[in-house]
């Protein structure tokens, strides 16, 4: 299975989990490095998180992180094959959730979850909207439906398409939007799920894309 449709399962599973838990500690910082010795020097950096953002450089991007979420990446990013090969072509990034994926709530576990996959991967893919072709029939497989079809989505410079998606989950909505952008020979996708639009649109607002200009000092 491909890396996506691995991560839409945990993200579909997670979503049908329900009561928010109350006092959570923000994450510890966190830095991904491959330490296997199979790994392979192309293979991107995996980046890092600190102070509530993580921080990819070499895909040149950053992704607010809301206080108190858990971090979940190097659980659901573990993979016991040694195919060095299998793991270049497909990199969970990142993945972040409200709440524990394991712990009961009554609302939808809003996440944040960044992959990339070899463009290789997929014959015949020339730019991120093809990508939705595969994307688009894995969702609606998982039951949700297509709310917008995959339209151009700017981040200051950097263009990038967007879908959006939405499935009933009993009296909630579970709402859900994929960015993608091919960089570097990769498909990196950015996958936002929420319990309303606006809370989607507000994780989102908090991806960027290059250096941030460090505020002048008042004088």
């Known amino acids: 299975m491909k890396l996506w449709g691995y991560v839409a399962s945990c993200l579909f599973a997670v979503a ?3 009561q928010a838990v109350q ?3 923000p994450p510890e910082p966190r830095k991904l490095t491959n330490n296997s010795s199979n790994a392979i020097a192309s293979t991107p950096d995996f980046g890092a998180i600190a102070n509530g953002v993580y921080h990819n450089t070499a895909f040149g991007f950053t992704c607010k992180i ?3 979420w858990v971090d979940r990446t190097p659980e659901i990013s573990e993979d016991p094959s040694p195919d060095s090969n299998a793991r ?3 990199i969970l990034l990142l993945a972040v959730f409200e709440r524990p994926p394991e712990a009961s709530g009554d609302s939808v576990n809003s996440a944040v979850v960044v ?3 070899a463009a290789s991967s997929y014959p015949g893919l020339r730019n991120a909207e093809h990508y939705f072709g ?3 029939e894995l969702t609606k497989s998982k039951g949700l439906k297509v ?3 995959p339209y151009d989505y700017s981040m200051g410079a950097m263009q990038l398409v967007r879908g959006d998606f939405s499935k009933p989950l009993g009296n909630l909505t579970m ?3 994929t960015l993608v952008m091919m960089e570097k020979g990769y498909v990196v996708s950015f996958t936002f799920i929420g319990g309303s639009e606006d809370e989607v649109d507000e994780l989102v607002e908090g991806l960027s894309f290059g250096r941030k200009e460090t505020p002048a000092p008042h004088k």
């Open 115 to 117: 992959a990339a996959e």
């Open 16 to 18: 049908l989990l329900s």
């Open 23 to 25: 006092g959570q500690q």
């Open 134 to 136: 595969p994307l688009t």
């Open 147 to 149: 709310v917008n079809e």
């Open 66 to 68: 809301p206080y108190g």
């Open 175 to 177: 709402h859900q939007s």
């Open 88 to 90: 270049k072509k497909s």
